[in-house]
């Protein structure tokens, strides 16, 4: 049971906010309706703001009406994504007042996403791809660089770790319609199915999707949810996986 003080953040002038992220300095970002833009979030678009200290920042967009930040680091580096002057949706990295566009893999629609930074200022999100397809991506050095996937047409990538190890969910070859597929692990340019290096997975457990990774090795995530393989039979749930020292 987690106890507390309740604290209401407020927004940007406006009425409604959505608090998505928080860093280790008590740091808050999310959406929130802006007085410039209107009453609510929702139809209304928002803007990305952070919260620090009881002070709220609305940190703008790349041009368009619409943004929102989805998490921070320690070093007060914010990603998230918003709408360009175009009307395109790109992911965005948010730090010393300053928003940058960190652009797409390649393709043409407007879908990219960032979902999470570590402290040494990689990003981790998806893109469209020149191929049509959306795949998971790790941005580091100004670079945007596509995860693969673990032989569908899809991926995402949700976590980073500080030592750069990125997890999300892929869709393999044989993947039903709508089933995220299987949960990876990237690393060093290699793509890794977890349900392939699980020592004790059940048979009828398929590990769908991971969605963070600690700095010391340990992974969360949810089993598979519907539209499962066959012999995934096993009831959802949300998992732990432990990292087993080398011998």
Not at 20 to 32: C, D, M, R, T, Y
Not at 150 to 155: A, R, V, Y
Request: proline share 4%.
């Amino acid at each position: 049971m987690v106890t507390g003080n309740h604290c209401r953040l407020g927004v940007i002038g406006g009425v409604n906010g959505h608090a998505l992220g928080i860093n280790n300095k008590g740091q808050i970002v999310g959406e929130a309706v802006s007085s410039a833009i209107g009453p609510t979030c929702g139809p209304v678009p928002c803007h990305a703001f952070l919260w620090d200290r009881g002070v709220f920042v609305d940190l703008g967009t790349l041009g368009g009406l619409w943004s929102g930040a989805t998490s921070l680091n320690d070093r007060t580096q914010i990603v998230g994504s918003g709408l360009t002057s175009a009307g395109e949706q790109h992911a965005f990295l948010w730090q010393d007042g300053a928003m940058t566009d960190l652009g797409t893999l390649g393709g043409e629609s407007d879908a990219t996403q960032a979902y999470d930074i570590n402290n040494r200022g990689q990003v981790v999100g998806a893109s469209p791809t020149t191929g049509g397809r959306v795949h998971g991506f790790i941005w580091r050095n100004g670079q945007m660089q596509d995860v693969g996937t673990l032989g569908g047409h899809s991926s995402q990538a949700y976590g980073v770790n500080r030592f750069g190890l990125v997890v999300g969910g892929c869709t393999t070859p044989t993947s039903p319609p709508s089933n995220a597929g299987h949960a990876f692990l990237w690393r060093r340019g290699e793509i890794v199915d977890l349900n392939r290096v699980v020592s004790n997975l059940p048979s009828d457990v398929v590990l769908e999707v991971a969605r963070a990774i600690s700095d010391d090795g340990y992974i969360v995530g949810t089993t598979c949810t519907e539209f499962c393989e066959p012999g995934a039979t096993a009831p959802t749930h949300a998992y732990l996986l432990t990292p087993v020292a080398a011998r």
